[in-house]
Structures are given as C-alpha cells and as structure tokens.
C-alpha cells in the first residue's frame, strides 16, 4: 500500500532557510510555517513538526529546553558581548547571545543572571520617560526616512547614517564613515539600497540639509522615469526641527543601546597618549581600521533591530513583529506594501560626478569605490600589509599602534613620496588625501 504521506523536501534546500530564521529567534511553529508557505513546493512535498525537528537537531541547531544553560554556563559568553556592549538588557542580550553565539536563553534565566552579577546595572535601565508624539504612516514603504548622526564626528572622527521605513521599523540602512556632508556620499547609500532592494518607496523624508538634496533629486528622477505624470514634481518630505521623528528614534535608541561600550573602548587612545587627532597619520591609520571594524558590529546591530519583534503598543496602530517580516511580508500582517519597482538599476552615471568615480570601472560597488579611496591606492597598499592582521581584533589596536606607529609611518612616508602631486598642492598630506586630487 503507497504511503499517503507526501515525500519531505530535499535537506540541502532547506538548510540556509531555517538557518536563518533560527538566528531570528523563531520558535518550530514559526519556521515550520514560513517554510510551507514560502519555500516548499506543497504539490510535490510535504513536512510534519515531528521530521522538521528531527532535521533542526542534526543541524546542531538546538532550542532553548535543549540546550539547557544556567545563569553560570552563560557568564563567559555574557561577559565577553558585555564588552562592547555595557547597556545591553535583556532583550538585547538575548538577541547578542544567539547572533554571536548562538546560544538560545530564557528570559527567566537572563533575568537571574542580572539580578545576581549586574544589580546595579539593571537599576540603572529603569525608569526612563519617554516623550510620545504622533507620526503617520499608510503602509509599508510609503516612506523612507534617511538622517545623519554627527556625535562622534568631532570626539572619533566618525559619523553614521540610517534610513528606516517608519511603518514597519526596518532599517533600510546603517552606514559609518568619517564624512556626512558630501551629497554625493549620502546619494549613493540610497542608491546602493535601491539596486539591492529592487524598488523605491513613494516619498522620502529628510532634514533640510544640502547633504541630502542629491537624494531628493535622485528619489523624484527616478519616481517620474517610472511614472510621467509626476513630472515637475519634487517626491520628497523636508522636515524642520527634528520633525523626522522616526528617525530621530532610531538614533535615540541606537545611542542607548550600541554606542556606549565603543566609546569606551575609542577613547582608550585618546586617555592613554598614544593617538592624536591631529596628526595625518594616526588619523588616517584609525579610519583604516576602525571604520571596517565599526561597519561590521553596525551591520550586526541592524539586523538584530530588524528581525527582534517589538513589544505590542496600544498607542501604535501599527502591527506588531519582526520589522523584517512586516517589511517583507505585510500581507501577512493585514498591511499594504506602496513599494515602486524599479525595473533598471538606477546609473551612477547621472548623479555621481566622474571626478568622485576616479575612473572606476562600473561594475565596481559604491561600497568599494568609498573603501578604496579612503586613504589612497599607495597607503591602501602599505596599510594593508602591515595592519591588517589588527583589523581582524579591535580590542588589541592600541596596544599594537602604541609600538608601531614609527615603524608603520617610515612605509607611509615612502609611499608619500610616489604620489603625483597637483599643481597647486594641500597644506597638509591629510587635506590633499580628502581632497581628492590624487591621481594614478
């Protein structure tokens, strides 16, 4: 007699799926479900919760009864994350713990965990007063809001950059580097998200800033390109004031949440005589380490933000998830999705100058032009070679560059002296660097 029950899928096709929906903290039911609906052919497959287990388990992907841990088996773990991470609580820890670990943990036991190594610490998270104000949003994708974050850009010479679609809370972006007011910078983040995404929102909203005028520019060619009837139109919201409101919040909580143990961490060079802001050398050594490192653990926070489920509001009229999911999926959470799909990928040919291209190829990511170009091809060269093994352990750059600096500056300054300077050079290697005027 032929078995009723359809074959299960393939293993290999399943296996990057329910990686990844493990890692957002997803219970069997939640997986099980996204797997049926999303990536199983039902006419030809099938799968039960008792084979889905059985295929979760021979990945070493364990759930939180299974892995059993007690407040003393995660302290290591917790100690180690608590590094850079010195406000975490714990919906933040219990994120880090299975993102960085990948260690699933109980509230109860995180909570206890407090409660006996960091009191004092749980006391202060307590008792903040939030400010409400009222912000509307139709639907997934009616709007993008993009602002900048300029707090560390006199203390480490380094800025951020976010994006977020306000109704679902998902962060389009996350960006660092030491510069947020060239439009030309700002033009290409949104048009890095544009080519991967493969769509563009009905409005984007910003500060009035000249920073941001090439993305309004940018927003409206492309909305008239595949629209004509808004032609003569600008698709583009300019806030005052810090009326960019969700935006502001995700900086709000950013602050509170990523930035402290890092600025402790930053500061270190500073306190300890070994780093100084103006010298050319020990800064564009810092960038060169640093911002990659920083790029890293912001990626990492971004997608903890984006696949966590917030708490449910009742002053909120938006549903209540993952921001992934709701973004993605907003049928699934009776929403609508206004996304615009952008059939050609939008040329940096039209708003980015050839001078800023410096004649790279056009396959070349906007990514990879920012990353080549921050110190030039000849420091690039030099950097690489002897600083790259630090760029692999931050916790250890200043103990390096503290024995270093000489050592690393005598390669610099040869490499200085194979530059073609311009006719009218800069009065410092730092400012001819930035200017762009380098030519090879």
Same mark, same amino acid.
């Given at each position: 007699m032929p078995n009723q029950h359809k074959p299960n899928p393939p293993v290999g096709l399943l296996r990057d799926k329910i990686c990844y929906y493990w890692y957002q903290g997803k219970n069997d039911k939640q997986i099980l479900r996204h797997l049926l609906d999303r990536h199983i052919d039902t006419t030809q497959y099938g799968l039960g919760m008792t084979n889905f287990k059985a295929i979760r388990k021979s990945m070493d992907l364990l759930s939180t009864r299974q892995q059993g841990h007690t407040v003393m088996s995660i302290r290591g773990a917790v100690e180690e994350i608590r590094v850079f991470n010195t406000t975490a609580g714990i919906l933040d820890m219990k994120s880090l713990l299975l993102k960085k670990? #990948?260690?699933?943990?109980?509230? $109860? =036991?995180l909570q206890e965990y407090f409660e006996t190594f960091e009191p004092e610490l749980k006391q202060a998270r307590l008792g903040r007063k939030l400010v409400f104000r009222q912000f509307w949003a139709a639907g997934v994708n009616v709007l993008w809001c993009i602002d900048q974050?300029?707090?560390?850009?006199?203390?480490? #010479?380094?800025?951020?950059?976010? $994006? =977020?679609?306000?109704?679902?809370?998902y962060l389009i972006w996350l960006r660092v580097w030491w510069n947020n007011s060239n439009p030309i910078l700002i033009c290409s983040y949104y048009l890095d998200a544009v080519s991967s995404l493969g769509y563009v929102p009905l409005l984007t909203q910003s500060d009035p800033g000249s920073e941001n005028v090439r993305v309004a520019n940018a927003h409206s060619y492309i909305r008239q390109?595949?629209?004509?009837?808004?032609?003569?139109?600008?698709?583009?919201?300019?806030?005052?004031?810090?009326?960019?409101?969700k935006a502001e919040i995700e900086w709000s909580k950013f602050r509170r949440r990523w930035t402290p143990g890092f600025e402790l961490i930053l500061a270190q060079g500073e306190q300890r005589?070994?780093?100084?802001?103006?010298?050319?050398?020990?800064?564009?050594?810092?960038?060169?380490?640093?911002?990659?490192?920083?790029?890293?653990?912001?990626?990492?926070?971004?997608?903890r933000v984006n696949d966590y489920p917030k708490r449910k509001n009742k002053r909120k009229l938006t549903p209540a998830g993952r921001p992934s999911d709701i973004h993605f999926h907003p049928a699934d959470?009776?929403?609508?999705?206004?996304?615009?799909?952008a059939l050609t990928t939008p040329s940096y040919d039209i708003f980015l100058p050839s001078r800023y291209r410096l004649g790279f190829p056009p396959s070349t990511s906007s990514w990879q032009r920012r990353n080549t170009c921050l110190q030039t091809t000849q420091f690039c060269s030099s950097s690489h070679r002897h600083l790259q093994p630090w760029r692999r352990e931050f916790t250890s750059i200043w103990a390096c560059l503290s024995s270093r600096w000489?050592?690393?500056?005598t390669f610099l300054l040869s490499s200085w002296s194979r530059l073609?300077?311009?006719s009218k050079p800069a009065s410092s290697p730092l400012k001819f660097f930035e200017s762009g005027a380098m030519v090879w």
């Open positions: 670990k #990948g260690i699933k943990v109980s509230r $109860a =036991v974050h300029d707090k560390w850009k006199y203390k480490f #010479g380094l800025c951020f950059h976010v $994006a =977020v679609d306000p109704f679902s809370g390109l595949l629209d004509p009837e808004l032609q003569d139109g600008i698709q583009h919201n300019w806030k005052r004031d810090k009326s960019n409101i005589g070994i780093f100084d802001k103006g010298h050319p050398l020990h800064i564009l050594t810092f960038r060169f380490l640093v911002i990659p490192f920083i790029q890293r653990e912001v990626d990492e926070y971004r997608e959470f009776d929403s609508v999705d206004f996304k615009v799909s000489l050592t690393f500056g073609r300077w311009p």
